[in-house]
């Protein structure tokens, strides 16, 4: 299994609150990401980082900011969480952005509940 | 954004049964990958596909690129109950982006597996 943890795994939390959820790899794989996970909508993808300080926007990036001032670390921000950004969220990793080593491998989750 | 159509939504099965599922979309795609999701954990990559026309085997599981380059199909040969969960599949179309030439994955919204022992 790839190296990839997140925390918190679970959190509860008021609307309004600011929240920051943290990723972390030990590949060393140069692109990161942040999904949320929704029924009926799949995964969908938020933010995503191709190194260190470099980041762009995914297709649901609105109240959500992000992170990564190391390899290891991809940050997840939501400045004032509301109950539309109660998910499930995953973050990826990914060796490169072309075949063959753009397979993206997933982290366990965590999740979300805004209330 | 691009969309990708993955059906069927959801199969009940007995064990034993072979499975097809498969995922088309209207661009042509770079790379298709299969996921499996279990309850409450992240997707985990079974299959990876990177030519037209590839055939690619991960044990029980066959999976193929169309020669369209616009769809894939996943196999899933003599099923047991642990084959149980949702499988995504997801395609590539490589896109340029501030960081240059980057990574965009579109997912299908998942075939739910369930097998009857």
């Known amino acids: 299994d790839a190296g990839i943890t997140q925390s918190p795994r679970h959190k509860v939390t008021e609307t309004g609150t600011p929240v920051t959820l943290r990723c972390h790899q030990t590949?060393?794989?140069?692109?990161m990401y942040w999904y949320r996970q929704d029924p009926g909508h799949g995964l969908r993808l938020i933010h995503y980082?191709?190194?260190?300080?470099?980041?762009d926007k995914g297709e649901v990036s609105d109240g959500y900011s992000v992170s990564r001032s190391k390899t290891e670390d991809f940050l997840l921000t939501l400045e004032s969480a509301t109950s539309s950004q109660t998910s499930v969220y995953f973050c990826?990793?990914?060796?490169?952005?072309?075949?063959?080593?753009?397979?993206?491998?997933f982290g366990p989750g965590t999740r979300l509940t805004v209330l | 954004g691009q969309q990708l159509n993955q059906s069927p939504q959801s199969m009940f099965i007995q064990e034993g049964e072979d499975v097809s599922m498969n995922c088309t979309s209207s661009?042509?795609?770079?790379?298709w990958l299969w996921y499996k999701q279990d309850p409450g954990e992240g997707p985990v990559l079974l299959i990876a596909?990177?030519?037209?026309?590839e055939l690619t085997s991960n044990g029980r599981l066959t999976a193929q690129f169309g020669i369209t380059r616009k769809d894939s199909f996943l196999n899933i040969s003599a099923s047991i109950p642990s084959d149980v969960g949702i499988y995504f599949c997801?395609?590539?179309?490589?896109?340029?982006?501030?960081?240059?030439?980057?990574?965009?994955?579109?997912f299908g919204k998942g075939t739910l597996l369930t097998v009857n022992p």
């Open positions: 990826a990793i990914s060796a490169d952005a072309r075949g063959p080593y753009n397979e993206q491998f």
């Open positions: 590949e060393n794989h140069r692109y």
């Open positions: 980082s191709y190194g260190v300080k470099d980041t």
């Open positions: 661009s042509i795609f770079n790379t």
């Open positions: 596909l990177y030519k037209a026309g």
């Open positions: 997801a395609g590539q179309l490589q896109s340029l982006g501030r960081g240059g030439s980057n990574y965009k994955l579109t």
